[in-house]
């Protein structure tokens, strides 16, 4: 059974950083894509950032390029965000989401996403 634990969600002041973890167990780690979705209230879950963990590329949404990091540890099937340079729009539930497809690229393309973990609660505030 594939399980997704995200951790690392708290309340930060604007311009403040944190990292979220992403903990996979019961998923073939390599060669995938991982990405890191949110949600804020009243809003469509949007893409943030994806890592492909066979070459380790990696995508940006716009709105949060040059501020965040995706970044994975093979060793630990984990998965991090870096958020830096915060703002008060950052706020939202983040969500790690796995694709099954071997091999191929997704992106950000949230139906390509077969399991997704419990999400995290980050909160900026100005």
């Known amino acids: 059974q594939v399980q997704l634990v995200e951790s690392g969600g708290v309340s930060v002041q604007a311009g403040g950083s944190l990292r979220l973890s992403c903990a996979a167990s019961g998923y073939t780690y390599s060669s995938r894509c991982i990405a890191w979705f949110r949600q804020a209230p009243g809003k469509e879950r949007e893409g943030v950032a994806v890592?492909?963990?066979?070459?380790?590329?990696?995508h940006y949404a716009a709105a949060v390029k040059g501020r965040f990091t995706i970044s994975q540890d093979n060793a630990k099937n984990t998965v991090y965000l870096q958020l830096n340079s915060l703002k008060p729009e950052d706020t939202a539930m983040y969500y790690c989401a796995a694709s099954s497809k071997k091999g191929l690229w997704v992106g950000l393309a949230r139906d390509e996403y077969n399991y997704w973990g419990q999400g995290t609660q980050v909160t900026v505030s100005s």
């Open positions: 890592i492909y963990t066979g070459s380790g590329a990696t």
